[in-house]
């Protein structure tokens, strides 16, 4: 059945990817709002049929602007964040505004017209885990944030939470690891050692790179997403992962040797403030349930062809690379 989709921050890295994949997989018309912040590129919605796809730049939480497009939306996938962790620790201040205003002002247009919402999440919300512990996150895992991004994702979380439980509101939440695919944008780990790389430039890692992260390709992010938005069940959260744990280090190292160069060809820089050690996901209801499972299950292959999506695609990341560095060379990362 053909629908009208209203994807926040679908300019952005996973939101592009989502709008990308939803409307190859279905019918589906699609409103994109987004601010365009730093993070949002027009060009990422480039190639798009035009008749099924139209950007309202606006902010999310701007009522006037919500209020009309939740109106006319058959679903709403709620995606606009300020995403990245070392900005939230240079400046928390446009995260509470994003993240928990934005999402505050969501919720009441979703209340006032009755529409569907899936809220986007993290599994940072849940905080870290030792290296040896053989305990992944689950829905029930105690949330327990460590940095004001992933703070103010916990309480964008718990408003959805509360919204479906006071007022009834149709909303299901997920929460997803660490996404890798076309169209990231370059302060984020894995692009920009890419881009590094073709600047002649050495990747560069925080503290020891012994920190872990559970990777998972965005298009399995977005087949999640669109499948919890057909059959998940109202009030309930999901943990999308891809069974993808590896340590910074691996992951750089692999990086280098795709790209032809020695692995050892890396700096270790300044740690992160509060830098969480592990994430995992266990993400079996997702799969049992709703019959979910990852494409991408190589991941040497995913990271190559995203270098090839990186070396070919120039013009789209080029633009951002000089100030995201000089903003790294500040923080003397
Ligand atoms: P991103 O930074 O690449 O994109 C965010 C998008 O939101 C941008 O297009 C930006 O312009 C837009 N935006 C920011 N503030 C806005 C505002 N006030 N109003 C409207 N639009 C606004 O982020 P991403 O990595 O694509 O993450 C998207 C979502 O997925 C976020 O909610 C994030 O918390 C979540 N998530 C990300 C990951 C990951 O690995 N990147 C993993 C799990 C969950
Ligand atoms: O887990 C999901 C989260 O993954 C999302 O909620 C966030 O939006 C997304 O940004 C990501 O958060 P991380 O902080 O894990 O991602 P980032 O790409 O910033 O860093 C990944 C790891 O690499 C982390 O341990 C820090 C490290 N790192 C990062 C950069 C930019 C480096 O070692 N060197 C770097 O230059």
């Known amino acids: 059945m053909s629908r009208h989709l209203l994807v926040t921050g679908g300019a952005g890295f996973i939101g592009s990817n989502f709008v990308h994949h939803v409307l190859a997989r ?99 919300v849940y ?18 944030p460590s940095s004001p991004y992933s703070a103010t994702k916990a309480g964008s979380d718990l408003l959805v939470r509360a919204w479906v439980r006071s007022f009834g509101i149709s909303a299901t939440l997920s929460n997803c690891s660490n996404n890798y695919g076309p169209r990231q944008h370059v302060e984020k780990f894995i692009p920009r050692q890419i881009t590094n790389l073709l600047d002649g430039v050495r990747p560069r890692l925080y503290g020891a790179g012994l920190n872990v992260r559970d990777w998972i390709h965005a298009e399995d992010h977005s087949s999640a997403v669109l499948r919890i938005l057909e059959a998940g069940q109202s009030g309930r959260t999901y943990l999308i992962g891809a069974d993808g744990e590896r340590s910074n280090k691996e992951v750089v190292e692999m990086i280098l040797r795709l790209m032809g160069r020695d692995p050892g060809d890396y700096d270790h820089v300044i740690d992160r403030a509060g830098h969480d050690l592990r994430y995992a996901i266990d993400a079996t209801p997702l799969r049992q349930e709703l019959g979910w499972s990852p494409q991408f299950r190589d991941f040497e292959a995913g990271l190559a062809a995203t270098i090839d999506w990186y070396r070919d695609h120039e013009a789209w990341w080029r633009p ?14």
């Open 320 to 333: 951002q690379k000089a100030a995201t560095e000089a903003k790294y060379a500040e923080a003397g990362q």
């Open 127 to 144: 905080g870290d885990l030792a290296l040896d512990d053989p305990q992944r996150f689950t829905e029930a895992t105690p949330y327990n």
């Open 26 to 124: 279905t019918d589906h018309t699609v409103t994109v709002l987004d601010k365009l912040t730093y993070a949002g590129h027009r060009a990422s919605l480039d190639g798009l049929p035009v008749e099924r796809v139209r950007l309202v730049v606006g902010d999310v939480a701007d009522a006037a602007v919500v209020d009309p497009l939740v109106a006319e939306a058959d679903a709403v996938v709620h995606f606009a964040a300020e995403s990245h962790n070392d900005n939230s620790l240079g400046d928390p201040t446009p995260f509470l505004h994003t993240n928990l205003v934005g999402t505050f002002t969501l919720l009441e247009a979703v209340r006032r017209h009755g529409t569907r919402l899936h809220h986007v999440s993290t599994d940072e």
